[in-house]
Nanobody, 123 residues
C-alpha cells in the first residue's frame, strides 16, 4: 500500500505565499507523473500543475507565472510553491501520483490520491 500525505496548507492574505508538500511512502518501486489538483466549494476538481518523472511541467493558465511545481525523486516528494496568491486560489489541494509497485505479476502502475490540504486566501 502507498500513502500520499499533503502538508503546508493554511490561511494567507492575498498576495502571500505558501508551499505545499506531498510525501509518498509505502511499497514504491518508482513514481511516474505527479500532479496537484484543487477543488473549491461547489466546483469540480481541476488539474493545477503536473510534473513528469523527468521534470517536465505543465500548469493551468490561471496559475502560470505564480505557481511552481517540483519534485524530489529521491524523497518521493512533490511540491507546489504558490506565490502571489489570490482569493480565487482558495480550495482544497490534492496530490495525485502514478506509482509503480512490485506485484506477483511484475511491475504494475497504480493511481493514488492524498487526503487534501486546505488553502484559504483572504482578500
Amino acid at each position: 500500500q502507498v500513502q500520499l500525505v499533503e502538508s503546508g496548507g493554511g490561511l494567507v492574505q492575498a498576495g502571500g505565499s505558501l508551499r505545499l508538500s506531498c510525501a509518498a511512502s509505502g511499497s514504491i518501486f518508482g513514481i511516474n507523473g505527479m500532479e496537484w489538483y484543487r477543488q473549491a466549494p461547489g466546483k469540480q476538481r481541476e488539474l493545477v500543475a503536473s510534473i513528469t518523472s523527468g521534470g517536465s511541467t505543465n500548469y493551468v493558465e490561471s496559475v502560470k507565472g505564480r505557481f511552481t511545481v517540483s519534485r524530489d525523486n529521491a524523497l518521493n516528494t512533490l511540491y507546489l510553491q504558490m506565490n502571489s496568491l489570490k482569493f480565487e486560489d482558495t480550495a482544497v489541494y490534492f496530490c495525485h501520483a502514478e506509482v509503480q509497485q512490485r506485484t506477483a505479476w511484475g511491475i504494475k502502475t497504480f493511481s493514488y490520491w492524498g487526503q487534501g490540504t486546505q488553502v484559504t486566501v483572504s482578500s
